[in-house]
């Protein structure tokens, strides 16, 4: 499974508080529309953002969800709203990215697995929320939409959006920066050596800053030790995984999203009976 991951910002931040900042980033503008892009670190350095990266941001201090749950809760039987289709923790990072920088952040991740979720931050409250999910309809089926909270109109639905794989990547970028007729999926590729029109459809990206993650002298010594707990750990991740895939091959619709911990312990749960049982063997068999 692929995953983008965008943090779009409409002004630069400022240094001091970029180089706090512990899992590392480069910061790009994109200079036909003006807006930045805060991406992984890479190394090395790329010339253009890598928004399949992985973006490790630390939560902080949790902004307060309870308005917009409510609303979700109360949206009523014709919509099927899915756990895995609403993301806390992507408005959580967005909250704290925005309480460091001191100004809005916009999170934005798509999916190939039915998942597309925006949230945008300003001042620890949740000022835009837009994700996609299904209108639940008996004769015709589940149709395709995209739910919308604001605090000033409350969640909203939006039937029939844009199919684009970045569709709804795009509309929150023009909803919250009025900024339109970006090509998303041409962002996530490198652009043609010739011609100006194809360039700029691809994104006119200039790196204005970066640094790498601020790794502790702990970290650095306990590094070997997590390669070795993450070798001895494969085994049951990967078995997790497989009963992960079997599981939702049986029943799409509990569709959930587990993390790599989760998958730990889901294998180690199918893997814990066999693997006493060799044990207890092997011991009897020494004596």
Same mark, same amino acid.
């Given at each position: 499974m692929w995953r983008s991951h965008f943090v779009v910002l409409a002004e630069a931040p400022d240094a001091a508080a970029l180089a706090r900042l512990v899992d590392g980033y480069q910061l790009f503008r994109e200079t036909r529309t003006g807006l930045f892009y805060l991406a992984a670190f890479t190394q090395p350095l790329r010339r253009r953002p890598d928004f399949g990266g992985l973006l490790e941001r630390t939560i902080?201090?949790?902004?307060?969800? !309870?308005p917009v749950l409510r609303q979700i809760a109360a949206a009523g039987d014709g919509v099927a709203i899915r756990p895995h289709e609403f993301n806390a923790d992507l408005i959580q990072q967005a909250a704290s990215l925005a309480q460091h920088l001191a100004i809005p952040v916009l999170a934005i991740e798509v999916t190939d697995d039915e998942y597309a979720m925006a949230a945008m931050v300003d001042r620890g409250e949740l000022r835009y929320l837009?994700?996609?999910? %299904? $209108?639940?309809?008996? =004769?015709? &089926? =589940?149709? $395709? !939409? %995209?739910?919308?909270?604001?605090?000033?109109? &409350? $969640?909203?639905?939006?039937?029939?959006?844009? %199919? %684009?794989?970045? &569709? $709804?990547?795009?509309? !929150?970028?023009?909803?919250?920066? &009025?900024v339109g007729g970006l090509d998303l999926y041409r962002y996530c590729e490198d652009p043609p050596s010739a011609g100006k029109a194809a360039r700029e459809r691809h994104g006119l990206f200039k790196r204005v800053g970066q640094a790498p993650p601020h790794v502790s002298l702990a970290d650095r010594l306990l590094r070997p030790l997590r390669h070795v707990a993450t070798r001895l750990a494969l085994p049951f991740i990967l078995t997790g995984m497989l009963v992960y895939v079997l599981i939702n091959s049986a029943s799409p619709r509990a569709r959930d999203n587990l993390g790599g911990n989760q998958m730990f312990l889901l294998g180690l749960a199918v893997l814990a009976i066999p693997v006493a049982l060799v044990w207890l063997i092997v011991r009897a068999l020494s004596g």
């Open positions: 902080g201090p949790r902004i307060d969800l !309870a837009r994700f996609r999910t %299904e $209108l639940v309809n008996d =004769a015709d &089926g =589940a149709t $395709l !939409a %995209e739910a919308v909270y604001r605090p000033e109109t &409350g $969640l909203t639905l939006v039937p029939g959006p844009s %199919e %684009e794989i970045y &569709g $709804l990547a795009q509309t !929150a970028i023009a909803d919250v920066f &009025g």
